[in-house]
């Protein structure tokens, strides 16, 4: 299934190279020596110190595009149409300084890395998450018509599915994600979620959640009361030939998604840690409360369970509910009342929670945590007190595994409108997580119909490890 690419990460091709520093010229304006100077690439992934670091990791994706003005790069010195609102405060890194909207993420930035030059073109909700979550861009980026950009079977795969196929494990699955499937204006799914060419198989077992309740189900094959963990690999086994007498006539694409699905699973249930970790009720009351009594919190705090009972990826997608202009972080108007009352706070609270609860617990060393969304959002205010997308500069929190810890990487200029210092694109940035993961981003996958990709067309971000 995998063929590992004999070429050397020194032995890039000049024309990939070449067409990485061109995209980056494009978008940026930086000049050659600059962009080379920026962009910090490892000769010998596989040797570095800090490949393979990250036993596990955690996504926090804040769909619909974090303000970077308004939460991890403040620009106090810019006119009041940049600005914004509100004002910036310290930090518990010397010089470093957030929005005041995150008071309880100011005391952690001691143990982040915050990057703020992180830098594509798309300006759409789904096809940008997709460049965030695979590394790849979207074969329709910037399309006229947003609502013909839809999931296909050729997808690139998440991270979390390339790590499924990478390290497979016995019992508790690889990859999984919470509290739902993300859509652009609730209708269409967003790209990038799924194993894609990969194959169902490496998709994420979804964990779905009621905001109503801010509980999470497991899927559905709970044990009948009486069924043993024996009758339940009997049932398992029966299926199982059942099936293979059925494929020779009925083998369909549903019938692979239906056994896919199937297995997770059956791997889930078979997991006593796992099951245990669906019971958020083991939590006293004063760690739930920590989290916050929302299912973005919840959803955090089942994340950090579902590492500690041996998953490897966990994606938590935000959710919050909300006026019909307010669930995600798309404020094209009100931007400031938006995040003032239902946006930022949750992320201030649920964010610090995490990242303390992996520190205490002893598992931040080795655990990647990333904070992100889609893109920034426009340095100007628009008239309707909001602001748009704005894919040129966005930044994004990093800790843990590998990490630096307590420091800033990159920079925008002084309006937060462009990157001016150590650009990062996506490509560059999906390859230091698959780096970390212990996934060697010269690697190179086959689709179900043999043809080769990739698995990432970046280079590790060298100045981001420690």
Not at 38 to 50: D, K, L, V, Y
Not at 172 to 190: G, K, Q, Y
Not at 213 to 224: D, R
Not at 318 to 342: C, I, K, Q
Request: glycine residues 8%; contains cysteine; hydrophobic residues 40%.
């Amino acid at each position: 299934m995998l063929n590992r690419s004999i070429d050397s990460m020194q032995n890039l091709s000049c024309s990939r190279r070449r067409w990485l520093q061109a995209g980056a010229l494009g978008l940026t304006g930086l000049s050659l020596p600059e962009l080379l100077a920026a962009r910090e690439t490892s000769a010998a992934t596989g040797n570095h110190r800090t490949f393979g670091r990250a036993k596990r990791c955690v996504m926090l994706f804040l769909t619909g595009g974090v303000p970077q003005h308004d939460s991890w790069d403040p620009k106090p010195e810019a006119p009041a149409n940049v600005r914004g609102e509100f004002s910036p405060i310290a930090t518990s890194v010397p010089g470093v300084q957030v929005s005041e909207l995150f008071p309880q993420f100011a005391r952690q930035v001691d143990r982040v890395t915050l990057l703020r030059s992180v830098t594509h073109d798309d300006t759409v909700h789904t096809s940008a998450g997709y460049t965030m979550l695979t590394g790849r861009r979207h074969p329709q980026a910037n399309a006229k018509t947003a609502a013909d950009i839809k999931p296909q079977p050729t997808d690139h795969p998440h991270v979390g599915s390339i790590l499924s196929l990478v390290r497979p494990q016995q019992g508790p699955p690889t990859f999984v994600s919470l509290p739902e499937i993300i859509r652009d204006d609730a209708v269409n799914e967003f790209p990038g979620l799924t194993g894609g060419f990969l194959g169902e198989r490496h998709s994420p077992l979804l964990i779905e959640g009621s905001a109503k309740t801010n509980l999470f189900a497991a899927p559905p094959l709970a044990l009948a009361e009486g069924v043993s963990a024996t009758r339940l690999k009997e049932r398992r086994r029966l299926l199982t030939e059942f099936d293979q007498r059925l494929r020779g006539e009925l083998l369909s694409s549903r019938v692979v998604t239906v056994d896919s699905q199937r297995e997770r699973v059956f791997s889930l249930m078979s997991s006593s840690a796992v099951q245990t970790a669906f019971d958020l009720d083991r939590e006293t009351t004063a760690t739930r409360n920590r989290y916050g009594s929302h299912l973005f919190g919840q959803g955090c705090l089942m994340s950090r369970r579902l590492l500690e009972a041996g998953v490897a990826l966990v994606t938590v997608y935000w959710h919050y509910e909300g006026p019909r202009d307010s669930p995600v972080w798309d404020t094209h108007a009100n931007n400031f009342t938006h995040l003032r009352n239902r946006l930022a706070p949750p992320t201030d609270v649920a964010m610090s929670a995490l990242l303390d609860d992996l520190a205490e617990r002893g598992m931040l060393d080795d655990t990647l945590f990333l904070a992100m969304g889609e893109f920034g959002r426009t340095p100007k205010i628009n008239a309707n007190a909001g602001r748009d997308h704005w894919p040129q500069v966005a930044t994004l929190v990093l800790a843990g595994a590998g990490i630096h810890a307590g420091t800033t990487y990159g920079a925008s200029d002084r309006l937060g409108a462009y990157p001016a210092d150590r650009v990062v694109a996506p490509a560059d940035l999906t390859a230091t997580i698959l780096h970390l993961l212990g996934v060697d981003p010269e690697l190179d996958l086959h689709d179900q119909a043999g043809r080769i990709h990739r698995v990432c067309e970046g280079s590790p971000v060298l100045g981001l490890l420690s």
